[in-house]
């Protein structure tokens, strides 16, 4: 290496040890940086706790020179430990054997540094399809591979590729569940490729049509992958009916089903949906398949859900866990909230099968630090959503939101296929008598809006009935605060049109934001947060603006209700009024601004600054305009 090299690595070491962990991370994993930069790194390989570990350089090397079946060589571990080398063949075409004094390890991925061309080949072809490797990096591996052994960086980047496929996820997570200790990092990938491949590459997708279309066709092709673990997969797809092409399913055999709905006997409740809906589809069922269903079917009854720790429950703590770890590293900031609360379901799914799997009898630990991790995160992040997804509120994913959802799923399929249903699953589901679900559930929870379907108007409008209800209700001389209740409780499950929430901001506007309905603050809180929502849904900024003026009212009589914290989601929810972006960026930081001045000592002023910087991490967009506000707070704090 001459003099002029020596600099140019000089240089980009040093900058490289400025820079903050993660960037320097993705740049030294840049192969095309790291020759540009004269750059070599020879990284310690160890095989685990009081076990030996290597130079990469030299185990690399050692295995390069293993040419075929039994043959073996010698290699000394770092710290002098004699060990062994060998190719064993194994069902997946051939692995590097190491061996010490005492123990044995299986290298399961090295074979891509073998000379022997076969070797290579044959065992790709096994191991891509075990994984199930898309198309695109299938032949561009297997060129690399066809050429000549891969180096040592791109024996890495292979081997990552790999782990990077929801199969091997699945047996990661299993592994990491048995361990015991987890920190939220361990639980969900860091990389883009890893939810393409897990919910199919979603992109650009802003509409619930375009996401249909993705995961129906990666439905098609994990089923015609495997009859065994394809569907398995498809079935974490289950966040919304239509995700799932029900077509090539119902070519599966009888002896598929009956498999797939045991397996779902010990899954998350979202993947046990997703398995009766197939069932029920099916006019087949044998008695081995009814009594599959049943089963299944008795775990959504109020009695399964109100046990210490429900599936429902544990699935709603998983989710914010990983929502808040989407939020941290910020991996689909530039997706829309479509496709990451797509990927999220998906990947609760993922974990949650893999922890009821592992038999761990810690559930309300493992739960209550999964929610506790990301709860305030995905709150917020829920709420900031609503500016595109005005429909769906964090709250709707609550244990009970997520089974009355789930339930209310099942009874409309088995209503559609009623008539080929077994008696016993049709009465069990459908049936008068009392503990039949259709008895159990909470229909107006079950029709609201599913975690797809915020950005979707209400298929329906308001009953005329009810439509003349509100308008009379919202015309009187004087107006009872239970026409807002009514308001409220239409707008989430109706299209209660524009005209509704205009009458509402003058009703509120005449009654001089005093609601003395003789409810609690609580009460009263949960009231205007309501009226936020409509002025969402209807995307009416003057009800919004009328909303604000009620939230101040409310905060001079109910200082603790309507406290800086709390009433910071009021004026989030009432800024999805306005679904541009700088518009409610705009309302937003009018509403941090007002709330900062208010706050009245350090205390308050350290909470809700706590929440803003959260809030900026969910969109940094909000820095211009909440900036005034969050520094008064700041000096607030500081003084």
Same mark, same amino acid.
């Given at each position: 290496?001459?003099?002029?090299?020596?600099?140019?690595?000089?240089?980009?070491?040093?900058?490289?040890?400025?820079?903050?962990?993660?960037?320097?991370?993705?740049?030294?994993?840049?192969?095309?940086?790291?020759?540009?930069?004269?750059?070599?790194?020879?990284?310690?390989?160890?095989?685990?706790?009081?076990?030996?570990?290597?130079?990469?350089?030299?185990?690399?090397?050692?295995?390069?020179?293993?040419?075929?079946?039994? !043959?073996?060589?010698?290699?000394?571990?770092?710290?002098?430990?004699?060990?062994?080398?060998?190719?064993?063949?194994?069902?997946?075409?051939?692995?590097?054997?190491?061996?010490?004094?005492?123990?044995?390890?299986?290298?399961?991925?090295?074979?891509?540094?073998?000379?022997?061309?076969?070797?290579?080949?044959?065992?790709?072809?096994?191991?891509?399809?075990?994984?199930?490797?898309?198309?695109?990096?299938?032949?561009?591996?297997?060129?690399?591979?066809?050429?000549?052994?891969?180096?040592?960086?791109?024996?890495?980047?292979?081997?990552?590729?790999?782990?990077?496929?929801?199969?091997?996820?699945?047996?990661?997570?299993?592994?990491?569940?048995?361990?015991?200790?987890?920190? /939220?990092?361990?639980?969900?990938?860091?990389?883009?490729?890893?939810?393409?491949?897990?919910?199919?590459?979603?992109?650009?997708?802003?509409?619930?049509?375009?996401?249909?279309?993705?995961?129906?066709?990666?439905?098609?092709?994990?089923?015609?992958?495997?009859?065994?673990?394809?569907?398995?997969l498809a079935l974490l797809l289950g966040s919304h009916t239509e995700n799932v092409d029900w077509?090539?399913?119902?070519?599966?055999?009888?002896?598929?089903?009956?498999?797939?709905?045991?397996?779902?006997?010990?899954?998350?409740?979202?993947?046990?949906?997703?398995?009766?809906?197939?069932?029920?589809?099916?006019?087949?069922?044998?008695?081995?398949?009814?009594?599959?269903?049943?089963?299944?079917?008795?775990?959504?009854?109020?009695?399964?859900?109100?046990?210490?720790?429900?599936?429902?429950?544990?699935?709603?703590?998983?989710?914010?866990?990983?929502?808040? !770890?989407?939020?941290?590293?910020?991996?689909?900031?530039?997706?829309? /909230?479509?496709?990451?609360?797509?990927?999220?379901?998906?990947?609760?799914?993922?974990?949650?099968?893999c922890f009821l799997l592992s038999g761990r009898t810690d559930g309300e630990d493992f739960a209550?630090?999964?929610?506790?991790?990301?709860?305030?995160?995905?709150?917020?992040?829920?709420?900031?959503?609503?500016?595109?997804?005005?429909?769906?509120?964090? !709250?709707?994913?609550?244990?009970?939101?997520?089974?009355? !959802?789930?339930?209310?799923?099942?009874?409309?399929?088995?209503?559609?296929?009623?008539?080929?249903?077994?008696?016993?699953?049709?009465?069990?589901?459908?049936?008068?008598?009392?503990?039949?679900?259709?008895?159990?559930?909470?229909?107006?929870?079950?029709?609201?809006?599913?975690?797809?379907?915020?950005?979707?108007?209400?298929?329906?409008?308001?009953?005329?009935?009810?439509?003349?209800?509100?308008?009379?209700?919202?015309?009187?001389?004087?107006?009872?605060?239970?026409?807002?209740?009514?308001?409220?409780?239409?707008?989430?499950?109706?299209?209660?049109?524009?005209?509704?929430?205009?009458?509402?901001?003058?009703?509120?506007?005449?009654?001089?934001?005093?609601?003395?309905?003789?409810?609690?603050?609580?009460?009263?809180?949960?009231?205007?947060?309501?009226?936020?929502?409509?002025?969402?849904?209807?995307?009416?900024?003057?009800?919004?603006?009328?909303?604000?003026?009620?939230?101040?009212?409310?905060?001079?009589?109910?200082?603790?209700?309507?406290?800086?914290?709390?009433?910071?989601?009021?004026?989030?929810?009432?800024?999805?009024?306005?679904?541009?972006?700088?518009?409610?960026?705009?309302?937003?930081?009018?509403?941090?601004?007002?709330?900062?001045?208010?706050?009245?000592?350090?205390?308050?002023?350290?909470?809700?600054?706590?929440?803003?910087?959260?809030?900026?991490?969910?969109?940094?967009?909000?820095?211009?305009?909440?900036?005034?506000?969050?520094?008064?707070?700041?000096?607030?704090?500081?003084?």
């Open positions: 290496m001459d003099e002029q090299m020596k600099q140019e690595r000089a240089a980009a070491v040093a900058v490289l040890l400025r820079l903050s962990p993660s960037i320097r991370d993705a740049l030294t994993s840049d192969l095309d940086f790291m020759r540009a930069s004269h750059i070599e790194t020879d990284t310690v390989v160890s095989l685990g706790v009081n076990s030996p570990s290597f130079k990469r350089s030299s185990l690399f090397g050692a295995i390069r020179l293993l040419s075929t079946i039994g !043959e073996d060589r010698e290699l000394l571990g770092l710290g002098g430990e004699a060990c062994r080398l060998s190719l064993k063949a194994d069902g997946a075409g051939v692995v590097v054997d190491l061996r010490t004094k005492h123990r044995q390890y299986l290298l399961q991925d090295l074979w891509p540094l073998l000379l022997n061309k076969d070797h290579r080949l044959d065992t790709f072809a096994n191991v891509a399809n075990a994984v199930n490797l898309p198309q695109d990096s299938h032949n561009h591996w297997q060129t690399l591979l066809s050429e000549s052994a891969l180096r040592d960086e791109q024996c890495v980047k292979l081997m990552d590729d790999l782990e990077n496929t929801p199969t091997r996820w699945l047996i990661r997570l299993q592994k990491l569940f048995s361990i015991g200790q987890l920190e /939220p990092s361990d639980l969900v990938p860091r990389e883009m490729r890893f939810f393409d491949r897990l919910v199919g590459d979603l992109g650009e997708v802003t509409s619930l049509e375009e996401l249909h279309a993705k995961t129906r066709a990666l439905t098609r092709e994990l089923i015609n992958w495997s009859a065994v673990s394809g569907p398995r077509a090539p399913f119902k070519k599966l055999d009888k002896g598929n089903t009956r498999r797939i709905l045991q397996f779902a006997a010990s899954a998350d409740p979202q993947t046990q949906l997703a398995a009766l809906e197939l069932a029920l589809s099916r006019a087949d069922a044998d008695e081995d398949i009814e009594s599959s269903m049943l089963g299944l079917i008795r775990g959504f009854s109020q009695v399964e859900a109100s046990k210490d720790l429900s599936h429902f429950e544990l699935f709603s703590s998983v989710l914010r866990l990983v929502e808040g !770890e989407f939020i941290r590293t910020r991996l689909f900031a530039s997706r829309s /909230p479509l496709v990451r609360r797509a990927a999220a379901y998906a990947h609760t799914a993922l974990i949650t099968q209550r630090w999964a929610r506790d991790t990301g709860a305030a995160q995905y709150y917020l992040q829920c709420l900031v959503d609503m500016r595109v997804a005005p429909r769906w509120h964090p !709250e709707y994913s609550e244990a009970d939101g997520l089974r009355n !959802e789930l339930l209310g799923r099942m009874i409309g399929t088995a209503n559609k296929y009623r008539e080929i249903i077994t008696e016993k699953v049709r009465e069990v589901i459908l049936g008068e008598k009392e503990g039949s679900l259709l008895g159990d559930v909470d229909f107006f929870a079950s029709a609201r809006a599913g975690p797809l379907e915020g950005a979707q108007k209400s298929p329906q409008r308001a009953p005329e009935i009810l439509e003349s209800e509100l308008r009379e209700s919202l015309s009187a001389e004087q107006v009872d605060p239970s026409a807002f209740t009514l308001l409220v409780n239409a707008s989430v499950l109706f299209d209660v049109g524009v005209d509704k929430a205009e009458l509402a901001a003058k009703c509120l506007k005449s009654l001089r934001y005093r609601l003395d309905s003789g409810d609690t603050p609580d009460d009263i809180y949960g009231l205007v947060m309501g009226l936020a929502q409509v002025s969402a849904v209807t995307r009416n900024p003057g009800l919004a603006d009328e909303v604000r003026i009620l939230a101040r009212r409310c905060r001079v009589s109910s200082p603790t209700a309507f406290s800086g914290v709390n009433a910071l989601p009021i004026g989030l929810i009432a800024a999805a009024s306005d679904e541009s972006l700088p518009a409610w960026c705009k309302r937003v930081g009018a509403w941090v601004t007002e709330l900062a001045y208010l706050c009245s000592n350090r205390e308050e002023a350290a909470s809700l600054l706590a929440s803003l910087n959260q809030l900026m991490h969910c969109s940094s967009e909000l820095w211009t305009t909440c900036g005034r506000g969050i520094t008064a707070l700041r000096a607030l704090e500081e003084h």
